[in-house]
C-alpha cells in the first residue's frame, strides 16, 4: 500500500471544515439555545410582579379567614369567616386562570375551593344545631347544607 491506513485518515481529515467555520456553528447554536431559554422564561412569566405578589396575597388572606373560622367559638363568625375565604379564591379565580393561580402561587384553587366548601357546610350544620330556630326547613335546608 502506497500510503497505508494513514492514507485514508489524511484525506478525511482534508475535509474538515475551517475552525472559523465551527466557531460560527458553535455560536449559532448557543444563541439558538439562548433564545428557546428567553421564550420558555417569558410564557412562564407572562405576569408583572405586581399581579403575582397580589395573587400571592389574596391566597394569603383567604388562608388566614379559613383558619379565623377553624378557631372561631361562635357559629356565626365562623360562617362568616369561611364565607370571606371562599368568596376571595372565587373572586381570583374569576381574574386568573387556575393554571395561572398555581404557577404563580403553588396552590391548587380547585382543591383549596372544596376544601372551604367542607368547612362552610360544618359551619352551617354547626349553625343550625347551635340555633334551631334559624334552620332552613325543607329541600331548601337540605340542599344548601342545614340537614
Known amino acids: 500500500m502506497p500510503g497505508g491506513p494513514w492514507q485514508a485518515t489524511k484525506q478525511k481529515l482534508g475535509k474538515v471544515p475551517p475552525p472559523w467555520f465551527v466557531a460560527v456553528a458553535v455560536l449559532l447554536l448557543l444563541l439558538a439555545a439562548v433564545a428557546i431559554a428567553s421564550l420558555i422564561t417569558t410564557s412562564q412569566r407572562r405576569f408583572p410582579?405586581?399581579?403575582?405578589?397580589?395573587?400571592?396575597?389574596?391566597?394569603?388572606?383567604?388562608?388566614?379567614?379559613?383558619?379565623?373560622?377553624?378557631q372561631d367559638d361562635n357559629p356565626v363568625l365562623r360562617l362568616v369567616h369561611i364565607n370571606y375565604a371562599i368568596a376571595?379564591?372565587?373572586?381570583?379565580?374569576?381574574?386568573?386562570?387556575?393554571?395561572?393561580?398555581?404557577?404563580?402561587?403553588?396552590?391548587?384553587?380547585?382543591?383549596?375551593?372544596?376544601?372551604?366548601?367542607?368547612?362552610?357546610?360544618?359551619?352551617?350544620?354547626?349553625?343550625?344545631?347551635?340555633?334551631?330556630?334559624?334552620?332552613?326547613?325543607?329541600?331548601?335546608?337540605?340542599?344548601?347544607?342545614?340537614?
Do not use: F, Y
Not at 51 to 67: E, L
Not at 93 to 104: G, N, Q, S
Not at 111 to 136: D, F, H, P, Y
Open 88 to 147: 376571595q379564591i372565587n373572586a381570583l379565580r374569576v381574574i386568573l386562570a387556575d393554571a395561572d393561580i398555581e404557577r404563580i402561587a403553588a396552590v391548587k384553587p380547585r382543591e383549596m375551593v372544596a376544601s372551604l366548601r367542607e368547612q362552610q357546610s360544618q359551619a352551617i350544620r354547626k349553625l343550625g344545631e347551635t340555633c334551631a330556630g334559624v334552620k332552613v326547613q325543607g329541600v331548601q335546608g337540605t340542599l344548601s347544607g342545614w340537614r
Open 49 to 70: 410582579n405586581h399581579v403575582c405578589s397580589g395573587a400571592q396575597a389574596v391566597i394569603r388572606r383567604a388562608a388566614q379567614w379559613s383558619t379565623s373560622a377553624q
